[in-house]
């Protein structure tokens, strides 16, 4: 089972959301850390190679996670937050790209699967 590490506020974001938005993401990110795929998820290409983005709607909004598991060494939140229009914003989708770029600049040992 791989760590999750959460980027710069994505931890404190998700557990900003209503408790039964955070058990069924952290349901789909335990699944993720066993190297199961989730059950709504899609690629986030904008994001960057290898990027991925949870997916989850009730009655209280929309809610998305977005994440890169292609790293040996954890599972990295690189985004999470309440979608409020059709399409992604772009600021959300710029945010989690500079997440990404920090993780991979960071030079932590990022060993490829």
């Known amino acids: ?15 900003a959301m209503p408790a039964d ?6 349901l789909e990110l335990l ?5 199961g795929e989730p059950k709504d998820f899609k690629p986030m290409r904008t994001v960057g190679a290898g990027a991925y983005e949870l997916r989850y ?13 292609k790293f040996a060494d954890a599972v990295y939140v690189l985004h999470a937050f ?17 997440r990404l ?7 932590i040992d990022h060993d490829r699967k």
Do not use: C, W
């Open 1 to 15: 089972m791989k760590p999750i590490r959460f980027v710069d506020s994505s931890q404190k974001d998700l557990r």
């Open 21 to 26: 938005v955070r058990h069924a993401l952290g």
């Open 31 to 35: 699944n993720v850390q066993f190297g």
């Open 57 to 69: 709607r009730d009655s209280s909004g929309t809610f998305r996670v977005i994440y890169v598991a």
């Open 82 to 98: 309440q979608k409020k229009t059709q399409k992604t914003e772009k600021a959300d989708i710029d945010l989690a790209a500079q």
């Open 101 to 107: 770029r920090q993780v991979i600049q960071r030079g």
